[in-house]
Protein backbone atom coordinates (compact mmCIF):
# COMPACT_ATOMS: atom_id res chain seq x y z
CA UNK A 1 0.00 0.00 0.00
CA UNK A 2 1.55 3.39 -0.78
CA UNK A 3 0.97 5.90 1.89
CA UNK A 4 4.16 8.39 0.31
CA UNK A 5 5.65 9.99 -2.88
CA UNK A 6 8.92 12.22 -2.65
CA UNK A 7 8.81 14.81 -5.49
CA UNK A 8 11.89 15.94 -6.96
CA UNK A 9 11.51 19.96 -8.17
CA UNK A 10 13.48 21.23 -11.14
CA UNK A 11 12.93 18.77 -13.94
CA UNK A 12 10.06 16.85 -12.37
CA UNK A 13 7.52 19.16 -11.27
CA UNK A 14 8.69 22.41 -12.28
CA UNK A 15 11.47 23.56 -15.40
CA UNK A 16 12.31 27.25 -14.22
CA UNK A 17 9.46 29.19 -13.71
CA UNK A 18 6.96 26.85 -15.56
CA UNK A 19 5.24 23.25 -14.07
CA UNK A 20 6.14 20.22 -16.47
CA UNK A 21 2.54 20.02 -17.89
CA UNK A 22 0.69 18.08 -16.35
CA UNK A 23 2.52 18.13 -12.69
CA UNK A 24 -0.06 20.16 -10.97
CA UNK A 25 -2.87 17.67 -11.85
CA UNK A 26 -0.51 14.60 -11.10
CA UNK A 27 0.32 15.92 -7.64
CA UNK A 28 -3.26 16.22 -7.28
CA UNK A 29 -3.93 12.71 -7.85
CA UNK A 30 -0.82 12.05 -5.52
CA UNK A 31 -3.18 13.23 -2.73
CA UNK A 32 -6.58 11.76 -3.88
CA UNK A 33 -4.94 8.79 -3.63
CA UNK A 34 -4.42 9.06 -0.17
CA UNK A 35 -0.50 9.79 -0.32
CA UNK A 36 1.69 12.10 1.95
CA UNK A 37 3.59 14.66 -0.06
CA UNK A 38 7.44 15.71 0.59
CA UNK A 39 8.84 18.15 -2.15
CA UNK A 40 12.33 17.32 -1.91
CA UNK A 41 15.30 19.74 -3.93
CA UNK A 42 18.56 20.21 -4.21
CA UNK A 43 18.37 24.01 -5.14
CA UNK A 44 18.87 26.01 -1.89
CA UNK A 45 18.45 29.38 -3.42
CA UNK A 46 14.74 29.37 -1.56
CA UNK A 47 13.94 28.69 1.70
CA UNK A 48 10.89 25.79 2.02
CA UNK A 49 8.42 28.94 2.77
CA UNK A 50 9.58 30.14 -0.64
CA UNK A 51 9.93 26.72 -2.60
CA UNK A 52 5.70 26.53 -1.49
CA UNK A 53 5.33 29.56 -2.54
CA UNK A 54 6.92 29.27 -6.01
CA UNK A 55 5.23 25.69 -6.56
CA UNK A 56 1.44 27.21 -5.60
CA UNK A 57 1.82 29.90 -8.10
CA UNK A 58 2.73 27.61 -10.80
CA UNK A 59 -0.52 25.93 -9.73
CA UNK A 60 1.56 22.76 -7.64
CA UNK A 61 -0.75 22.23 -3.97
CA UNK A 62 2.19 22.41 -1.76
CA UNK A 63 2.76 23.57 1.82
CA UNK A 64 5.89 24.90 3.49
CA UNK A 65 5.99 21.83 5.73
CA UNK A 66 5.75 19.48 2.90
CA UNK A 67 9.27 20.77 1.16
CA UNK A 68 12.76 19.92 2.07
CA UNK A 69 15.60 21.34 0.46
CA UNK A 70 19.41 21.15 0.30
CA UNK A 71 19.35 24.38 2.55
CA UNK A 72 17.62 22.75 4.68
CA UNK A 73 19.78 19.41 5.25
CA UNK A 74 22.46 21.82 5.33
CA UNK A 75 21.35 23.96 8.04
CA UNK A 76 20.63 20.44 9.92
CA UNK A 77 24.04 18.73 9.50
CA UNK A 78 25.75 22.27 11.01
CA UNK A 79 23.17 22.65 13.91
CA UNK A 80 24.22 19.02 14.92
CA UNK A 81 27.87 18.66 14.31
CA UNK A 82 29.34 22.76 14.15
CA UNK A 83 26.26 24.44 16.13
CA UNK A 84 29.11 27.17 17.66
CA UNK A 85 31.16 27.45 14.09
CA UNK A 86 31.62 30.40 12.39
CA UNK A 87 30.87 29.53 8.66
CA UNK A 88 32.03 31.33 5.71
CA UNK A 89 29.68 31.09 3.15
CA UNK A 90 30.06 30.89 -0.82
CA UNK A 91 26.18 30.79 -1.77
CA UNK A 92 23.54 33.39 -1.87
CA UNK A 93 20.75 35.07 -0.32
CA UNK A 94 18.19 32.09 0.59
CA UNK A 95 20.43 29.55 2.18
CA UNK A 96 21.99 32.63 4.31
CA UNK A 97 18.49 33.08 5.56
CA UNK A 98 17.73 29.52 6.14
CA UNK A 99 21.39 29.56 7.94
CA UNK A 100 20.45 32.31 9.95
CA UNK A 101 17.11 31.00 10.93
CA UNK A 102 18.35 27.83 12.36
CA UNK A 103 21.04 30.38 15.09
CA UNK A 104 24.14 29.18 12.93
CA UNK A 105 26.99 32.14 12.76
CA UNK A 106 27.96 33.63 9.24
CA UNK A 107 31.38 36.01 9.36
CA UNK A 108 31.97 37.76 6.05
CA UNK A 109 35.83 37.00 6.08
CA UNK A 110 37.22 33.40 5.55
CA UNK A 111 40.46 34.46 7.74
CA UNK A 112 37.67 34.37 10.57
CA UNK A 113 35.81 31.11 9.97
CA UNK A 114 36.16 27.73 11.88
CA UNK A 115 34.43 25.78 8.89
CA UNK A 116 33.17 26.49 4.77
CA UNK A 117 30.23 26.07 3.48
CA UNK A 118 29.97 25.74 -0.57
CA UNK A 119 26.60 26.26 -2.86
CA UNK A 120 25.54 27.50 -5.91
CA UNK A 121 26.08 31.36 -6.14
CA UNK A 122 25.11 32.79 -9.42
CA UNK A 123 27.73 35.66 -9.12
CA UNK A 124 30.43 33.38 -8.31
CA UNK A 125 33.90 34.52 -9.16
CA UNK A 126 37.73 34.44 -9.04
CA UNK A 127 37.99 36.95 -5.84
CA UNK A 128 35.44 34.20 -4.08
CA UNK A 129 37.33 31.08 -5.38
CA UNK A 130 40.53 32.72 -3.73
CA UNK A 131 38.46 33.60 -0.36
CA UNK A 132 36.95 29.78 -0.27
CA UNK A 133 40.75 29.02 -0.74
CA UNK A 134 42.13 30.94 1.34
CA UNK A 135 39.83 30.12 3.89
CA UNK A 136 40.34 26.71 3.84
CA UNK A 137 43.21 24.75 6.07
CA UNK A 138 43.93 21.35 5.86
CA UNK A 139 41.87 20.51 8.81
CA UNK A 140 39.10 23.40 8.18
CA UNK A 141 35.37 21.26 8.03
CA UNK A 142 34.69 21.82 4.28
CA UNK A 143 30.82 21.14 3.34
CA UNK A 144 28.62 21.34 0.34
CA UNK A 145 25.03 22.01 0.39
CA UNK A 146 24.35 19.43 -2.54
CA UNK A 147 26.11 16.85 -5.59
CA UNK A 148 24.00 18.51 -8.68
CA UNK A 149 26.12 19.75 -11.32
CA UNK A 150 23.37 21.48 -13.37
CA UNK A 151 19.83 22.89 -12.81
CA UNK A 152 17.51 22.32 -15.50
CA UNK A 153 15.84 25.47 -16.87
CA UNK A 154 12.96 26.23 -19.32
CA UNK A 155 15.95 27.03 -22.26
CA UNK A 156 18.70 24.98 -20.91
CA UNK A 157 20.66 23.35 -17.95
CA UNK A 158 22.27 25.93 -15.82
CA UNK A 159 25.37 25.22 -13.52
CA UNK A 160 24.43 24.36 -10.09
CA UNK A 161 26.22 23.63 -6.37
CA UNK A 162 28.09 20.88 -7.13
CA UNK A 163 29.81 22.64 -9.73
CA UNK A 164 30.58 25.14 -7.24
CA UNK A 165 31.84 23.23 -4.74
CA UNK A 166 34.24 21.17 -7.43
CA UNK A 167 36.03 24.30 -8.19
CA UNK A 168 36.34 24.78 -4.62
CA UNK A 169 38.04 21.32 -3.88
CA UNK A 170 40.04 21.25 -6.68
CA UNK A 171 41.83 24.59 -5.66
CA UNK A 172 41.91 23.41 -2.31
CA UNK A 173 43.33 20.15 -3.25
CA UNK A 174 40.77 18.20 -0.98
CA UNK A 175 36.94 16.85 -1.06
CA UNK A 176 34.38 18.01 0.91
CA UNK A 177 33.99 16.42 4.71
CA UNK A 178 30.05 16.38 3.72
CA UNK A 179 28.33 17.14 0.76
CA UNK A 180 24.18 17.01 1.85
CA UNK A 181 21.01 17.31 -0.32
CA UNK A 182 20.14 14.52 -2.10
CA UNK A 183 21.14 11.26 -2.00
CA UNK A 184 22.76 12.18 1.14
CA UNK A 185 21.87 9.99 4.58
CA UNK A 186 20.44 13.25 6.18
CA UNK A 187 18.14 14.00 3.56
CA UNK A 188 16.69 10.68 3.31
CA UNK A 189 16.48 11.30 6.72
CA UNK A 190 14.89 14.41 6.85
CA UNK A 191 12.53 12.79 4.05
CA UNK A 192 11.54 9.88 5.93
CA UNK A 193 10.34 12.02 9.15
CA UNK A 194 8.58 13.99 6.65
CA UNK A 195 6.71 11.30 5.56
CA UNK A 196 6.06 9.19 8.28
CA UNK A 197 5.78 6.22 6.54
CA UNK A 198 7.93 3.13 6.13
CA UNK A 199 10.38 3.25 2.80
CA UNK A 200 8.69 0.21 1.77
CA UNK A 201 5.57 1.82 1.13
CA UNK A 202 6.63 5.39 -0.83
CA UNK A 203 7.64 6.60 -4.05
CA UNK A 204 10.54 8.56 -5.01
CA UNK A 205 9.99 10.45 -8.52
CA UNK A 206 12.67 12.41 -10.08
CA UNK A 207 14.78 13.07 -13.23
CA UNK A 208 18.24 12.49 -11.72
CA UNK A 209 19.54 8.57 -11.31
CA UNK A 210 22.83 9.71 -9.21
CA UNK A 211 20.27 12.27 -6.67
CA UNK A 212 16.90 11.31 -6.76
CA UNK A 213 16.94 7.48 -7.14
CA UNK A 214 20.23 7.33 -5.59
CA UNK A 215 17.71 8.40 -2.44
CA UNK A 216 15.22 6.33 -2.96
CA UNK A 217 16.73 3.57 -4.00
CA UNK A 218 19.11 3.61 -0.86
CA UNK A 219 16.04 3.59 1.62
CA UNK A 220 14.22 1.37 -0.23
CA UNK A 221 11.37 3.20 -1.64
CA UNK A 222 9.55 2.56 -5.60
CA UNK A 223 11.81 4.42 -7.94
CA UNK A 224 10.34 6.12 -10.67
CA UNK A 225 12.49 7.97 -13.09
CA UNK A 226 10.82 10.74 -15.40
CA UNK A 227 12.57 11.68 -18.49
CA UNK A 228 11.96 16.05 -18.64
CA UNK A 229 15.00 16.65 -16.88
CA UNK A 230 18.55 16.01 -17.22
CA UNK A 231 18.05 12.42 -17.82
CA UNK A 232 17.79 10.74 -21.42
CA UNK A 233 16.91 6.86 -22.11
CA UNK A 234 20.06 6.98 -23.89
CA UNK A 235 21.45 8.21 -20.54
CA UNK A 236 19.30 5.54 -18.94
CA UNK A 237 20.53 2.62 -20.99
CA UNK A 238 24.24 3.21 -20.41
CA UNK A 239 23.61 3.54 -16.83
CA UNK A 240 23.46 0.76 -14.70
CA UNK A 241 20.63 2.03 -12.83
CA UNK A 242 17.18 0.22 -12.60
CA UNK A 243 14.16 2.30 -12.00
CA UNK A 244 11.17 0.64 -11.19
CA UNK A 245 9.20 2.91 -13.25
CA UNK A 246 10.34 5.35 -16.17
CA UNK A 247 7.85 7.73 -17.01
CA UNK A 248 7.71 10.59 -20.25
CA UNK A 249 6.31 12.94 -17.52
CA UNK A 250 5.46 12.81 -14.13
CA UNK A 251 1.77 13.69 -15.69
CA UNK A 252 1.97 9.73 -16.46
CA UNK A 253 1.53 8.49 -12.65
CA UNK A 254 -1.26 7.32 -13.03
CA UNK A 255 0.37 4.31 -14.48
CA UNK A 256 2.31 3.55 -11.18
CA UNK A 257 -0.89 4.34 -9.13
CA UNK A 258 -2.54 1.21 -10.75
CA UNK A 259 0.17 -0.93 -10.96
CA UNK A 260 1.02 0.16 -6.93
CA UNK A 261 -2.60 -0.43 -5.94
CA UNK A 262 -3.72 -2.89 -8.15
CA UNK A 263 -6.36 -0.10 -9.82
CA UNK A 264 -7.51 0.17 -12.44
Not at 37 to 48: E, M
Not at 49 to 77: F, K, N, Q, R
Not at 114 to 121: E, G, L, N, P, R
Not at 165 to 179: I, L, S, T
Request: proline residues 6%.
Amino acid sequence: MLRGAVLDVDGTVMRGGEPIPGAPEAVARLREAGLAVCFCTNNPTRAPAGYAEHLTAAGVDADTAEVITSGTATASYLREHHPTDDLFVVGEAGLLDQLDEAGLSVVADGDDADAVVVSIDRTFDYDDLCAAMWALGPDTPFVGTDPDLTIPTEERAVPGSGAIVNAVAGVAERDPDAVLGKPSAETRDLVSERLDAPAADCLVVGDRLDTDLALGASAGMTTVLVLTGVTSRADLEASDADPDYVLESVADIDRVLAAETGSD
